[in-house]
């Protein structure tokens, strides 16, 4: 490896969050945002289960501190468990301090369950709330297909997309509830009260699972990560941070 390529790599190792791998093996990394919500969790537990595919849940410490018993289960179920901020407020509007608490109180609500991997609320980071979640020994994922889960409302366009734009070592997001600066997009009395409507995204990703499961096999993040190359890409948009 010459020197720059090596530099080259090193940059985007610290920088870059993964959004898929190359290569030649038939395998898809499904990833669940903004859990676990006690009614569609298992939704999504028992679909993964029927198709005996593995996934990536990266949850809000927020919400799983109040539920326990169902983060142990995504764990007993062999899907890995990521790091989706404490309470869901984007990152580039935090400061440097607040970004890092974020991910210690998440840590701790999800111990021992919890993987060194982290996704940023909304998918927004700067090139600083980068560098600190790869001191602090995170590495950041992406996705490079977007299922489009918290606007697309018919299930049919979803799986159709989801169906045409796959290929092997890709990441794909999906949403097992949705969160909102911590609480609910549309919110009630419960704190922790779901989206009120996931039955979309829970049809598509089992026409997914069922269209694809004889050529694909669905892994978790860290198991994709041993069945080919990562590649990072430079996500960032500015720091809105006033302090």
């Not at 090193?10 to 093996?25: I, N, W, Y």
């Not at 901020?85 to 111990?111: K, M, N, Y």
């Not at 049919?156 to 989801?162: A, D, Q």
Request: proline share 7%; with cysteine.
């Amino acid at each position: 490896m010459s020197l720059q390529s090596f530099l080259s790599t090193s940059v985007r190792k610290v920088f870059g969050s993964l959004t898929h791998v190359v290569t030649p093996s038939a395998v898809l990394a499904l990833t669940f945002d903004d859990g676990p919500d006690p009614e569609n969790t298992p939704k999504v537990l028992a679909l993964l289960e029927k198709y005996q595919a593995r996934g990536t849940f990266f949850v809000v410490g927020q919400a799983a501190a109040v539920q326990p018993a169902l983060v142990q289960r995504i764990a007993a179920g062999g899907h890995a468990i990521g790091i989706h901020s404490w309470d869901h407020r984007a990152f580039p509007g935090l400061t440097s301090r607040e970004r890092r608490r974020q991910i210690r109180e998440c840590e701790r609500a999800l111990r021992p369950y919890v993987s060194p991997l982290f996704r940023p609320p909304y998918g927004e980071q700067t090139v600083m709330s980068r560098l600190e979640a790869f001191m602090m020994g995170y590495e950041v994922v992406g996705w490079n297909l977007n299922s489009g889960d918290w606007y697309e409302s018919q299930s049919s366009v979803m799986g159709k997309y989801l169906l045409e734009m796959v290929s092997p070592g890709g990441i794909v997001l999906f949403h097992d509830t949705l969160y909102d600066k911590g609480t609910p997009a549309h919110g009630t009395d419960s704190e922790h009260t779901s989206w009120p409507d996931r039955q979309a995204m829970l049809d598509a990703l089992e026409t997914m699972l069922d269209r694809l499961s004889g050529s694909y096999r669905f892994v978790t993040v860290p198991e994709l990560l041993q069945a080919g190359r990562p590649r990072r890409s430079f996500w960032f948009k500015p720091s809105l941070a006033t302090a």
